[in-house]
C-alpha cells in the first residue's frame, strides 16, 4: 500500500493509535517508537555526556503534522513544542495546499562562512586584494585542516573579502566560504578560520581578533512555494485578508516580529524534534530578515490571477544530520528516520515548508475568525488540566469555559468545584 501522510482524522485518535500509524509509516523499531513517545531513552545519563552540570533532562511535547505533500512525496513532520495548535494549524495548512499539488523546495549548497576579523589596517583597500590575490594558498590551508569532509566533496571553496566601518576605524573581514555537506558546520568553520588567521595577518599586516563561524548562512538558502485554491481557504475575500495581512508585516516591523515569530513556530519545532540549532537557525532567519536594514518578512503572500493564494519562503537553514545530537539522542534519531531525509539539504526544505504552512494557518486565522478561537480552545485543555481537574471532568469544563470565554485559572477552578458538587449531589 502507497504510504500517504493525508491522514483523516489523526488527531481523533488515541495516542497509543497515533503512534501505531507512525510506526507503521516510517517503519521503526519498536525501540525506535518508544523513543518518539518519550520512552526507552535509553542511558539515564545521556543528558551529563551532551552537556556540563547535568541533572537529568527537560521533556517537551512531540507532536505529528500530517497532510505534507512536498515535491511530490508525502510526510510526516515530528515537531517538539510546548505551544497549542502550533501542530494542528500546520496540518491543517498542509491538508489546503494538497488540492494543488502541495510544496515545491529548493535550495542552495551547503555552505556556511567563517569569519576572520582584522583591525589596525591603514590601508583596507590594498589589503583587501593582497588577500584576494593569495586566495587559493588560504583555501588550501584550510582543506588541510579536514580531510574527511574533503573526501566527501566539502571543504573551503573561495574566500571573500569586506572592509567594514567600526567605531574605532575600519575592519577588513575575510569570508571564507566552506561547502560543509551534511553536517551543520560550526565546528569545520571555526576550526578552518582559526587554522588560516596566522597566515591571514602575515598577508594583510593589522592583528587578526576573531575567527569564527557566522549563523547569517546566506550562502545556505532553502525556498518553499505553495498555491492555496481560493475555495480550499475560504474564498477570494481570505485571500484579500491574507495578502492585506501580509503587507502590513511588510510595511511595519512592529507586526513583522509577530508575523516572523508564527513562521518560526513551526520551523523550531521541526528543528528541535530534530535534535538540530535552534537558535542558529532563529539567530541566521531574523538576520536574513533584516538584512536590507528593515525588518522584513521571511514569506511572501500574492493573489494569483485566478484568485488563489501564493505563498513562498527563503531563509538560512543551517541543519545537519552528522554530528551533535542528531547522532546521540535517540529521539532526535527516530524524528529523521520518520522523515525518511537522505541530506542535510532535504531536511532544510522540509522545515522551510513547515514555516510557510504554518504562516498560511496563522494569518488565515487573522483574516477571518481571529487568531484566539482556535489557539485558546486548545490552550484550555492546559489550563483545566493545570487546575487539577479530575480526568472524567476536564472535556466538560473545557467546554463550559470556552463557551464562556473565560479561559483563565480562577474560572476552571470554579466550574471544577461545580460539576464536583453536582456529580456529589451536594
Known amino acids: 500500500m502507497e504510504k500517504t501522510s493525508r491522514i483523516e482524522g489523526f488527531y481523533k485518535l488515541p495516542m497509543a493509535e497515533r503512534l501505531k500509524i507512525v510506526k507503521a509509516f516510517a517503519d521503526l523499531s519498536d525501540d525506535e517508537a518508544l523513543s518518539l513517545a518519550g520512552f526507552g531513552g ?6 551529563d555526556k551532551m552537556i556540563e552540570n547535568a541533572i537529568g533532562s527537560f521533556q517537551m511535547p512531540l507532536g505529528i503534522a500530517v497532510n505534507f505533500l512536498i515535491n511530490n512525496r508525502d510526510y510526516l513532520i515530528p515537531m517538539a513544542i510546548e505551544e497549542p495548535s502550533v501542530v494542528a494549524a500546520a496540518s491543517n495548512a498542509a491538508k489546503m495546499a494538497r488540492v494543488k499539488g502541495g510544496f515545491w523546495t529548493s535550495s542552495t549548497p551547503p555552505v556556511m562562512i567563517g569569519q576572520v576579523q582584522l583591525t589596525g589596517i591603514k590601508d583596507p583597500s590594498r589589503a583587501k586584494h593582497t588577500i584576494l590575490e593569495r586566495k587559493q594558498e588560504i583555501i588550501d590551508l584550510a582543506n588541510q585542516q579536514d580531510p574527511m569532509l574533503i573526501k566527501f566533496g566539502g571543504g573551503a571553496k573561495d574566500i571573500d573579502v569586506r572592509i567594514i566601518h567600526t567605531q574605532k576605524g575600519p575592519n577588513v573581514v575575510v569570508h571564507l566560504l566552506v561547502d560543509v555537506k551534511d553536517a551543520m558546520g560550526a565546528n569545520a568553520v571555526n576550526t578552518m578560520a582559526e587554522a588560516v588567521a596566522p597566515l591571514v595577518e602575515n598577508i594583510a599586516g593589522g592583528r587578526v581578533c576573531l575567527r569564527i563561524l557566522s549563523n547569517l548562512a546566506t550562502h545556505r538558502l532553502a525556498r518553499a512555494r505553495a498555491i492555496w485554491d481560493k475555495d480550499a481557504i475560504g474564498g477570494e475575500d ?3 485578508g491574507i495578502v492585506e495581512a501580509y503587507l502590513f508585516a511588510d510595511a511595519d516591523p512592529y507586526r513583522c516580529a509577530t508575523h516572523n515569530k508564527g513562521v518560526m513556530n513551526g520551523i523550531d519545532a521541526v528543528i528541535i524534534a530534530t535534535g538540530n ?50 547522532k ?56 483545566v488540566n493545570s487546575v487539577g ?29 461545580e460539576l464536583k458538587r453536582k456529580r456529589d449531589g451536594r
Open 42 to 47: 535509553g542511558d539515564p545519563s545521556l543528558s
Open 238 to 240: 481570505v485571500v484579500d
Open 277 to 326: 540549532d535552534w537558535r542558529a537557525i532563529e539567530a541566521g532567519a531574523h538576520a536574513y530578515a533584516a538584512r536590507t536594514g528593515s525588518y522584513k518578512p521571511l514569506t511572501t503572500f500574492e493573489k494569483t490571477p485566478e484568485g488563489d493564494l501564493a505563498g513562498t519562503i527563503e531563509l538560512p537553514m543551517a541543519v545537519g544530520l552528522i554530528g551533535g545530537a542528531t
Open 328 to 383: 546521540v539522542h535517540p529521539a532526535a534519531r527516530a524524528a529523521i528516520k520518520l522523515l525518511g531525509v537522505k541530506g542535510a539539504q532535504e531536511l532544510g526544505e522540509i522545515a522551510a515548508a513547515v514555516g510557510l504552512a504554518q504562516n498560511l494557518a496563522a494569518l488565515r486565522a487573522l483574516a477571518t475568525v481571529g487568531i484566539q478561537k482556535g489557539h485558546m480552545s486548545l490552550h484550555a485543555k492546559n489550563i
Open 389 to 417: 481537574c479530575p480526568p472524567e471532568l476536564v472535556d466538560e469544563v473545557v467546554r463550559i469555559v470556552v463557551a464562556e470565554k473565560k479561559i483563565r485559572m480562577d474560572r476552571a477552578k470554579e466550574v471544577v468545584e
